[in-house]
């Protein structure tokens, strides 16, 4: 079966940095793209970008250029996702979430359990 | 980018019919036939629920439905059940420009 499980929860402070991995395991990892999508407390889901697990292409939502970046290790079936200069606007839950294969439309048909980052000085 | 609107909350009895709509604009919503819904419940991650407007996928009842006109989505669900009860999000493909938006969120209340 499909499994998409993440880092544990971090604690950050402002200005630092954070990075989560997903690992996938149950398909083909480089089949399916593999997208982050964050979710602050209360707050409706936002989408952060993703990464073609084939090529590594990679796009990234405006809100976030040149603070994000994802990278895959084929290898290792993980995903990984780092958030620079981390303010507490950023304190969220980040998920990862695979892109469905039978549509163009970036559905995300898979999410790993979420990995709560907490940013406070 | 803006989010898509939703109305905050919506409710039902059990056997009932509810619908929930989400509101774009020609750039997303009425741009592409891209609309994805997700349930949530809390303390849980997102779950797929119908894609590409009306197509759900495998294991999804089919007492979830999908429908599109002009910049206006809908999830129709019928014969309301307990489980359903959950906050709903409607997302959008939005171009290569800001690719991905979700709406702001549903709260189902069965009664």
């Known amino acids: 079966q499909v499994q998409l499980v993440q880092s544990g929860a971090e604690v950050k402070k402002p200005g630092a940095s954070v990075k989560v991995s997903c690992k996938a395991s149950g398909y083909t990892f480089t089949r399916n793209a593999m997208n982050w999508v964050r979710q602050a407390p209360g707050q409706r889901p936002e989408w952060m970008g993703r990464?073609?697990?084939?090529?590594?292409?990679?796009k990234y939502s405006q809100k976030f250029q040149g603070r994000v970046t994802i990278i895959r290790d084929t290898s290792a079936s993980t995903a990984y996702m780092e958030l620079s200069s981390l303010r507490s606007e950023d304190t969220a839950v980040y998920y990862c979430a695979r892109e469905l294969e039978e549509s163009s439309g970036y559905h995300f048909d898979y999410w790993g359990q979420g990995t709560l980052v907490s940013v406070a000085s | 980018q803006s989010a898509l609107t939703q109305p905050r909350s919506v409710s039902g009895s059990p056997g009932q019919s509810v619908t929930i709509s989400c509101t774009g604009t020609s750039s997303d919503v009425g741009g592409y036939n891209y609309v994805s819904w997700y349930q949530q419940h809390p303390g849980k991650a997102p779950k797929l629920m119908i894609y590409?407007?009306?197509k759900r996928p495998s294991g999804v009842p089919d007492r979830f439905s999908g429908s599109k006109s002009g910049n206006t989505a809908s999830l129709t669900i019928s014969g309301l059940q307990a489980e359903d009860e959950a906050d709903y999000y409607c997302?959008?493909?939005?171009?290569?420009?800001?690719?991905?938006?979700f709406g702001g969120g549903t709260n189902l209340t069965v009664l």
């Open positions: 997302c959008s493909y939005a171009g290569s420009y800001s690719f991905v938006v």
């Open positions: 990464i073609n697990t084939g090529d590594g292409d990679t």
């Open positions: 590409d407007v009306t």
